[in-house]
Structures are given as structure tokens and as C-alpha cells.
């Protein structure tokens, strides 16, 4: 029986989505909404059937998720029998180490670190909320790009600054695009 998954990467101008076999890593459906805020923005969507691709106005990433949504339902392959959401995040701090099922206390908390991804996590949680108001019934789970370094010795995470700025303003090394290099340390 399928088991699909929709993944979700929100950017500060644009989605990238697929769902997901969680069973045979099989691509039902990919697509991007890009130009997010902007004019004329793009919106691509590829089933194994089909390739769609349209201009639509996108004035945030509310907007983007019902495109999302509605490009899912139109084109295939539906909503029906999504098993969970994964949501990549691109600053988890020193609070989110580990993928994170995702729950009103952990909005705040990305809400919290949004002055460390300013870019990044505001546009992220936006896309985390409107998934979660269009798919309340299943489980929405974080994936943090910081994750995959959070276990940095202190020698490799300190810079050379005063202990008390470095605590007070959260700076050290966090690490990026973690999920990329998990992915490939683990091939």
C-alpha cells in the first residue's frame, strides 16, 4: 500500500514540493512555485504522466501553499492518504537538533530563531503554517539544515570572541545545508 509523504522546502522566494513514497521513494509529484512576492510568478508541477507549468500572482507563501494544493489536487496525484509533511528548516539554533514533529511550542520556537535565518526561517514558517491549516490531520515534521553539525565540539563550534557576546547574541557555528551533507556522507 502507498504511503506518500509531501516535502516541503520553503524558500525566501520560492517552494519546492514532492510527494513522496515512503516505502518505495517512489516521486509522485514534484513541482516549484518560484518568484514568490514578486510579479508573474512561475509555478511548475511534474507527475510521471505530465508536466504542467503556469504563471500565477504569488504574493506570499500562503498563496504558494494553496497553489501547492491546488496543483496536487488538479494534476495529480491528490491529497488523499498523505501520511505526514516534511518540512525542511533551515535554522533549528541549539533548540532543534533533531528531525521534530511540530507543535505549537516549536512555531514559537522558530519563530524565536527567525533572527538567526532572517531570510530563511520566516518564510519557512509560513509555508509550516498554512500546510498545517491545509492538512490538519496529519503529522507535520521539521528537518533542521543545522541538525547535522548541532554535535560540533566546542573547539570546532567557539569563534574568537568574548563568551558572554557569543551567549548573549547566540553566535557560533552552526553549520548549513546539513541535509545535503547527510545525505551525501551517508551515500
Given at each position: 500500500m502507498p504511503a506518500p509523504i509531501l516535502v516541503l522546502n520553503c524558500g525566501s522566494s520560492s517552494v519546492k514540493y514532492q510527494v513522496i513514497d515512503a516505502e518505495s521513494e517512489a516521486v509522485a509529484a514534484s513541482g516549484l512555485i518560484e518568484r514568490i512576492g514578486l510579479p508573474n510568478g512561475?509555478?511548475?508541477h511534474k507527475t510521471p504522466e505530465r508536466s504542467e507549468?503556469?504563471?500565477a500572482q504569488v504574493p506570499d507563501h500562503g498563496e504558494a501553499l494553496r497553489l501547492v494544493?491546488?496543483?496536487l489536487t488538479d494534476f495529480g496525484p491528490?491529497?488523499?492518504g498523505i501520511i505526514a509533511v516534511?518540512?525542511?528548516a533551515v535554522h533549528g539554533g541549539d533548540r532543534f537538533r533533531a528531525p521534530t514533529l511540530i507543535d505549537d511550542a516549536v512555531i514559537q520556537g522558530l519563530s524565536d530563531l527567525a533572527v538567526l535565518a532572517p531570510l530563511?526561517?520566516?518564510p519557512g514558517l509560513a509555508g509550516i503554517q498554512a500546510a498545517r491549516a491545509d492538512l490538519p490531520g496529519v503529522p507535520h515534521v521539521a528537518v533542521f539544515d543545522t541538525a547535522?553539525?548541532?554535535d560540533l565540539p566546542p573547539e570546532a563550534y567557539t569563534y574568537a570572541i568574548d563568551k558572554q557576546i557569543a551567549q548573549a547574541y547566540s553566535i557560533r557555528k552552526y553549520g548549513f545545508h546539513g541535509t545535503s551533507h547527510g545525505y551525501v556522507a551517508a551515500k
Open positions: 512561475q509555478v511548475t507549468q503556469f504563471e494544493v491546488q496543483c491528490g491529497l488523499d516534511g518540512h525542511r530563511h526561517n520566516p547535522f553539525f548541532a
